[in-house]
Structures are given as C-alpha cells and as structure tokens.
C-alpha cells in the first residue's frame, strides 16, 4: 500500500468513527459501509450484532435484513482517547454474564516513541476493553488508560480464553515497531488490567505470501487477529496483511502445539481478493460463518459473509 493510499485510508476510517446517522430498516449487507466486521449471534435475544469501525452497529434477526446504525460506545471527557480520532476494530464477547467490547481507540494528540525514524506518525493507539451489561451497550471503560501498556502502539485486539484464564491478543503495530507482530497478554479476571508481560506469537514476516509495505525498512502489517478452536482441537488464528501483489489477504495460521504460545505455522490464506479482518461466528441454525470486509478500502468497505467448513484438522470454504 503507497503511502498516500495509506494516509487517505486512514483519514476515511477516522472520518467514519462515532457520528450519528439516522436508523433504518430493512437494510441488506451492500447497503452500507463495514470495515472490521464483527458479529456477535446473541442466543440471549436471538438477535446478531453486526460492530464496524467507526463505533456504528447495526443488528438482524436472520443475516438478511439489518436495522442501524446505532451508537454503542460511550468514552468519557477524562479518557486518555479522544473519540473523535475514531474507532477501529470492535469485538463484543459474553464473559461472566456480561458484554464486553475490545476496541481500538486513539489520542493523535499524545505521541509515542518507536524504532528508528517513523513511516507514519507515532501516536497513542491502543485496544481497550469496555463492559456493558447489553449488547446494545452503552459500554463504558474500566479506565481511564488503555487496557494494553500505554507506550505500545497496538491494535485490533481480540479476546480467547485458555485453561481457564482470559486472555487478549493483538497487533502490535508496524508503524512502532517496522515488523509487525500478533502477541498475546494475560488479563485480569474481570478483564480491567493486564498480568505479566506481553508473549511474542509470530511477526509479519514469518507468512511467506506476506509483501513487505516498505522493503527498506523491512515494514510488515499484521491486522485483524481471531482465534479459532476446531472440533478436533487444532487451534488456528485468522489474521490479515498485504500480499506482495499488494492485494488485503485472510490469513490463517495453526499452533502446532494447540496452545496459545505456538509455535505458529502459517498456512496457505483462506482468502486473496482484497478481503480481510476476519472472525468467525455459528448461526442459531448451526452453520459456521466467516465474515470479511471487502473490498479493503473505505468507504467502499462491505460485510462479506461466507459459509465455512470445519474438517478438524482446519477450516475451509463451503464450495
């Protein structure tokens, strides 16, 4: 990606972050912008909660027909973040009887150091981790700092629990660091705070089909992080970057030990068609989905849904 497509992507996600819009119903998927799909099938109110980039949702009773957008975030005038530097990457997960939402705010105002002289400006970016007792929300910070060290430039966090202990994972962010990397942080039990230090899972540059998005300073995005657990338990991991065609691509890794720590075999992608930032849901009939966002850049960006397969051993497309 040039960076004047990069710059221009980011200046449209920020631009699509917390406004109000009017609800309407009746909506299909290609009516109206998604970027980092999340759904969330809600077997409480039988209804799926589609999150985007931007601090929008939208909900459905059958994938069909979708009502939205509704506002789900609520940031406080202490926060360290500034809720009109947007919203990237929401993820609603049920944990304990409550909701809680992982999302990607920012501070440009507040800047951070990094490697080597910057590709892109340094600022706070950090997943935090929201509660709320709804779906709807409103969900409301635990803190009034980042879940995540307030140093690391870090994104798109996703949540898993192992043996019992949450767990976040996440990406730590190529614009700090050149060569971005997946890792993974133990979290408190009510998920407010870390434990311990952060565990290196792989880096950008470990998927052979990766494109580096600046070969001189050996710059590697990674995105979009989703554990999935198979019913043979293999452990995978859906994540996204840029191939060397440049073309957004679905990645999918396996640990080869079926634990959190890896080792992380990389795998071939589920999908190179300028798709990406995938997660994977059940619907209340029992099939398995994978949903997309496609193509890549907004606001052209659209919720993509595909049937999947779940041989054991991997996850594959429905032909």
């Excluded at 759904?39 to 209804?47: G, P, R, S």
């Excluded at 898993?160 to 949450?166: I, K, L, N, Y």
């Excluded at 730590?172 to 660091?177: A, G, L, N």
């Amino acid at each position: 990606m040039s960076s004047k497509l990069y710059f221009l992507f980011c200046i449209l996600l920020a631009a699509s972050g917390l406004s109000a819009e009017k609800q309407k119903d009746g909506l299909k998927l290609e009516d109206f912008h998604v970027h980092d799909p999340f759904i969330l099938a809600d077997e409480k109110t039988q209804t799926y909660y589609l999150y985007s980039t931007g601090g929008k949702a939208f909900f459905s009773k059958d994938l069909e027909n979708w009502e939205g957008p509704f506002k789900f975030i609520e940031i406080p005038d202490d926060s360290w973040a500034n809720p009109r530097h947007g919203a990237w990457a929401p993820e609603v997960h049920i944990y304990n009887g409550k909701y809680y939402l992982f999302v990607t705010l920012h501070n440009n105002d507040r800047p951070v150091k990094g490697k080597g002289k910057p590709l892109r400006p340094r600022h706070m970016r950090s997943t935090q981790v929201l509660v709320s007792d709804s779906p709807k929300g409103p969900f409301k910070p635990m803190s009034k700092m980042p879940t995540l060290p307030a140093g690391m430039m870090t994104l798109d966090g996703t949540f898993f629990v192992e043996d019992g202990c949450p767990w976040m994972v996440y990406c730590h962010e190529w614009v700090q660091i050149f060569d971005g990397t997946i890792e993974a942080v133990r979290l408190t039990n009510d998920l407010s705070d870390t434990v311990g230090q952060p565990e290196l899972l792989f880096r950008g540059s470990d998927a052979p089909w990766a494109g580096a998005v600046n070969k001189e300073k050996g710059a590697y995005v990674t995105d979009g992080c989703f554990l999935y657990r198979t019913k043979a338990g293999k452990l995978l991991m859906l994540w996204s970057s840029w191939q060397k065609n440049h073309k957004y691509t679905q990645g999918l890794a396996e640990s080869t030990s079926g634990k959190l720590k890896g080792p992380w075999k990389q795998k071939k992608p589920l999908l190179t068609n300028d798709s990406g930032h995938g997660m994977i849901f059940k619907t209340f009939d029992g099939r398995l989905m994978l949903a997309v966002h496609r193509p890549t850049m907004s606001p052209d960006s659209r919720a993509r849904l595909h049937e999947i397969i779940d041989t054991g051993d991997s996850i594959k497309l429905k032909d």
